[in-house]
Each structure stands twice: as C-alpha cells, then as structure tokens.
DNA sequence: CCCGCCATTGGGATCGATTGCAGAACCGGA
DNA sequence: TCCGGTTCTGCAATCGATCCCAATGGCGGG
C-alpha cells in the first residue's frame, strides 16, 4: 500500500540495491545515480520501513531511558535532553517508568531485549545488574546514570552529591553557622548516603561534633519535608542554617517554614538540593546545589553514542564499567546570612515582617 | 546468535508455523503442542524479534506519544499513566517532545509514520491536523489530548477548563467576595481562552461587570505569575481574591503573595489551577481546580486502544472526531474563605499573624 | 591493440516471524 | 469398510530493506 524502495528504484530506473546504497549516504555510488535516486524518493514521498531495516541490519535505531518516576525535576530533565540528543541523531525515544520497582525493572530490560534497542540509559534501582550485563553482551550500548550499580560492566555517570553537600555545608560555615540542620533522603540510596556524607565531613573539616537531633533522614516525599521540618524547629529552636538535601522533601520544607513564622534568610539560612526552575522566583530565592540534572544527561548521551559508534565500526573494544561525575555547583541567590547575634531574643523579633511591601 | 522461533521448533519437534501459532495464542492449535512449544520456548529462552514480527504483521506494537514539554504537571502525570497502560497491554510508549514547535511536530509525526507506530496520542500545537489525518488515514490509531485541532478527523480527549474556572469562581462569589483577580494563560491557547470564558461567566451569571484591571493574562511562565501578582496587589488593593489559572505563573504568584505579606486566606482567598501534590503541603493547603489529567490521560488511553482493537479485527468503522471531556473538580482545601468586611483597615489588621504556633 | 583495474551497478539470498493453503490424521456414522 | 467432516500441522511465500558477490563498462598503460 505505501511506497517501497522497490517502487523508487523502479521510478528511477535502477534496481533495489543501487536505491538502497544511494539513499543509506553508501560511498561507492555515483553522484548522479545518488540525486537520481533521491528526486524519485522525495517525488513519491518514500518513508523507509523501519521493520525491515532493523530485521536485516540488526539496528533498530531506537534508544530506551529507564527511570524511576517523571515527578522529580532532574528526571524529566534528563527525559528532555535524551530525547532532544537521539532525535538529533535519528534515534527515538523509548521511555519506560520502573517506579523503583526491582521487578518491574527487570521487566522492563527484557523487553528492551525483545525490541532490540540499540542503546539503553539506565536510572536504575541497582538490582538488575546482572540484566543489564546481558543485554551490553548481546551488543546493546549500556549507560547507569546517577545510580550506580557495583557489578555493572557498563560506564555509569554519577553526580557529585557528596561535593555538593559539602560545599553547601562549608558555605553554611563559612558564614558563620554551626547548629545546622540536615533533611536528607534515606541512607539506602546513593544520593541519600553521599549527600550524608558530604555534610558530615565539613562539619568534621571545621572541628564541630555531629548532632544527631539536628538530622533528619527519611524517604523522599513533601509530607517528609514538612513534619521533619516541624520536629527540627521544635527539637532545636537555636539551629540557624538548614541543609534541604531530599528534593522531593523541600516541597513540604518550604511550606512548613513558612507557616511557623521563620523568616529566611534572617531567622534561618536555607540551602536547597537540586536546582528547579521557580526557586528561583521564590522570597527570597532560595540558594540552591544544582546537581546539574542537564550535563548528566548530556553526558550519558555521549557516552552512549560513542558506544554506538563503535558497535559500528565493529570495533568492540575493552568494555570498561569506567564511572564519570558531573559536578555540582552552588548556586548563591538571597535565603543565607550571616547568623544573627546568639544572644538575640528569638520571640522578640519574630512577630513583625520588617514590611518592606 | 539469539535464540529464533526456527530453534525453538526444532526443540519441541514441530514446525515454525506451528511454533509460531502456540506462541501467538492461535485458537487452531492442541493444547498440548502449545504446552510443549512453550516449555521448549522457556527452556531456550525465546525472545522473539520484534522487527520480523512487525514487517511481516505489520503491526508494531508501538505507541507514539507526542508532548510540549515535561515540565508541566499535567504532561508528567499523562506520560506516566500512558506508559503504565501501554505496558500492561504490551505495547511500548515512544516519548516526543515538541517544545511546542509546529515544525518540529511535523517532523516527529513523520517519523512516527516510518515507524509504523499501531497509535498516537497528540498533545498538539493544533496546526498539524493534515500530518495526523494522513496518519489515520494510513491506518494508524490516533487521540488529540487536551488540544484539539478542528480539522482532525481523530477523536479528542479534553479537560473541562471552561467549567473548572467557572466552578472555582463561583466557588469564590458564594463566599461573598466580588472583586476577584484573574491570572491566565494567553487567549490564542485553548485553555487560556475556556478557563477565562468560565471566569467571564460566573461573574456574568452574578451580575457582575467584568473589571479589566482584575485581569492578567500570559505567558506559561512563573515571572510572569510573580510579576502579575505584584500588577494586581498595587493596581486593586482592594481585591479579595484570586483565581491562578495559569499552571506555570502559580510557582510565581505563591512567592510574590508570600513576598507582598499577604495572608491566605484571611486576606486573599486564592484558587490555583491543575492539582500539583505539594499545594496540599502549602500553608494553608491550597483549594485547587483538578483539571484530571490522570484522567484524561486514561480516557486517551482508552479511546486509543478501542481504536487498536477494531484495526486488528480489521472492521474499520466511520472513523469520528467525536471529542470528549474530563471533568474538572473543585478540591476544597484552606486557602479560600468569605472576605473580611469592607470597611476594615487593611494596614491596622496586617501585621500581626493570628498566632496559632 | 589488448589486458587488467577501478568504479558502479544488478542479482539474489537473507534477516525472523506470520499466514494462506493444502494435506494429514482422526472421528463417527452409514 | 468407506466417506465426509473436523481439527491440527507443515510447506512455502511473503513483508521491505540490506549486502555479499558477480558482472559490466570505461579507461589507461604496456
């Protein structure tokens, strides 16, 4: 019913294989026969049939990006990136939503497998290594992004969240802080567990003791951000700085903040973790780590094509599960200060807004 | 190198025909060859080639789906819940971002066709119509969300914004409150038009003028929700309350209001569009107009694969460009009450919070 | 003037699964 | 025992593009 190679080869008077060759950009191929060839094609609107390419050169032309959710900001950036750098490169998209589910993940790659992408992004839930070992043996390009997994052979992109954590931290310091306050993400995943890791340590570098009552570490949901927000004022009402490092917790931080009556900068310094557009519209903006959601994306992009490029060149060279960090970068707008003098009577000064309309 | 369907005949001692209709669940077949071509299927670990199958099927058991952007919450939620759907019938969900770019849209439903995706769903710019019919036409199933194009002949899913806005500022009139702001999107998109239609109405059914200088209208931005915000506080100082119809600008108008001092609801009532899970962590939790996008997106779904279904029993109905609508629903939380009385003193009233922690 | 090389082109097999059609196996009834 | 009918199975063609291999034609060098 549609337009074959075969019906353009015969408009232009040659056979299938000339057509193919001069249509694939093939070397060996006269320039005339070429433009013949590809007049007739645009005159008949020929639209290679995908199927059959891929059945018979084993390229599917098609990318698969396995991550967790869609709700969480550097996810669905990433989603844009990889799918703006494969339509660029005549690839498409195959999104697929785990849920942080193991099982479903584990689905999920075989499938992959079914539909013979060419390369796979993996967000994954660090579970399913010995899944995604397989498809990167059947010759499918592999890149883990943000979550590593120890015993994949595939090259893995992290963020540098124990760096971004401690260069907000340290910024805290520097400005004088020393009771301040952690909301971070459960110690069983990556991020939770290195963004940890990154306050504790400059803590450590400016000789101050960790406080347990200061911390709060639970999953990543706003209705964490805000009850955690609550016990810490409670707990500790002399903290003055406070570190949001659970993204998905700031949504319910920001609100809990603001319906006790703190004043930011002036009653607390806050840094938040992972950098989404309207924080920056926020009163004050709000100083934030940008875990550069945009460059891992574009990194593993990169990473993957090269693979594809050499699977190619039938080059398959010494795999290597080599890892990659993007760093992180503080991004400084108006919600730190100094804090203010210890001896200051807090509920003195809390009632009034200095009423600049 | 993989394991083919010729393999697993040969394992189970019949032939590929046979082996194809055991796996494909053909009715004309004994049950107990089937049990046997599946065991011998299992045992191999049989994947089948999806090219080969849809080259000689033609049938991809592929799905497009084309949106502006992931960003905005509605378009996230739909992503996930037409992955989630797709799956579950085995078909794969192809993601395209259009930026909302008419020329990139066209692109994109180009190269849908070359894939031979068996289904569409299009969150569209509107202006392609001709590019989805020739896919219908073609064959493939296809669902407009959210914006419909005239011209297509494909069925359209859309939200009930005309009713929602009309829904939520009723809502506010029964309060007793009368000079209420408008914050919308742009009058040359479909929702910016119904949603303001809807607000328009109610205050018409009331008898009440319509006041420019309540009105904003805009980009999807949230710099343009801050600085509207900032527009209407000083223009109409007197205004009680505020419907955000504007999903982006709502990340604006929260801190401008919160900036301003403005109390919710004691001085403003405020109604914003499109439920996103953090308004009900804000203080106070904020009323919102659920536009459904869960949804709509299942309706889309659905409507889709009815499509499908019909195309595989080969009984092409009077294909219609029937559209549908997904209720809107008024979610009722803290931030809207009936307006204090007239005559107070704004100033006198402001400064102090009413204490409650 | 003939030979051989290079640049192109065409023929036809091939990828792996599906499917129309023909035929085999089996059943019961006459 | 034979026949018609039903149920299941196998053969072989087919989907559309790719690519190995052989063939063609032109041209320069010996």
Redesign the interface.
């Known amino acids: 019913?549609?337009v074959t190679l075969k019906d353009v080869a015969a408009a232009a008077g040659v056979s299938r294989s000339t057509a193919s060759r001069a249509l694939s950009g093939s070397s060996l191929i006269a320039a005339e026969t070429r433009a013949l060839v590809e007049e007739a094609a645009r005159r008949l609107g020929y639209?290679?049939?995908?199927?059959?390419s891929?059945?018979r050169s084993r390229q599917?032309h098609?990318i698969g990006l396995v991550v967790g959710?869609?709700?969480n900001a550097s996810f669905?950036t990433i989603?844009?990136v990889v799918?703006?750098r494969a339509?660029a490169e005549d690839y498409?998209?195959?999104?697929?939503?785990t849920d942080a589910d193991p099982r479903r993940e584990e689905t999920?790659l075989?499938?992959l497998?079914?539909?013979?992408v060419d390369g796979l992004i993996l967000i994954g839930t660090g579970s399913n290594a010995a899944a995604s070992n397989a498809l990167l043996a059947?010759g499918t390009a592999v890149v883990n992004l943000i979550r590593g997994a120890t015993e994949s052979a595939a090259p893995t992109v992290l963020a540098a969240d124990r760096d971004g954590a401690h260069e907000a931290t340290r910024h805290l310091l520097e400005l004088g802080h020393r009771r301040i306050g952690y909301i971070g993400g459960p110690s069983d995943t990556n991020s939770g567990r290195e963004r940890f890791a990154g306050y504790e340590q400059a803590l450590r570098e400016h000789g101050l003791p960790i406080d347990e009552r200061l911390i709060e570490r639970g999953p990543f949901e706003?209705?964490f951000?805000?009850s955690a927000t609550d016990r810490l004022l409670r707990r500790v009402p002399e903290m003055t700085a406070l570190l949001a490092a659970n993204h998905e917790a700031v949504?319910?931080v920001l609100?809990?903040l603001?319906?006790?009556?703190v004043r930011v900068p002036d009653d607390l310094s806050l840094i938040c973790y992972e950098d989404i557009?309207?924080l920056r519209?926020?009163?004050p903006p709000v100083t934030v780590v940008d875990n550069g959601a945009r460059e891992l994306g574009e990194l593993a992009m990169d990473l993957l094509l090269q693979q594809l490029e050499r699977d190619r060149g039938k080059v398959p060279p010494a795999r290597n599960g080599r890892t990659y960090r993007v760093g992180a970068q503080l991004i400084q707008r108006g919600s730190c200060a100094p804090p203010r003098d210890q001896g200051d009577d807090l509920s003195a000064s809390r009632?009034?807004?200095d009423?600049t309309?």
Chains 1, 2 share one sequence.
């Open positions: 019913m549609s639209r290679p049939n995908r199927a059959a891929s059945l599917s098609l959710n869609l709700v669905h989603a844009e799918q703006r339509a498409q998209m195959m999104l697929y939503i999920i075989k499938t497998g079914e539909h013979g059947s706003p209705a951000g805000s949504f319910g609100p809990a603001a319906a006790a009556g557009s309207w519209w926020w009163h009632p009034g807004r009423g309309r």
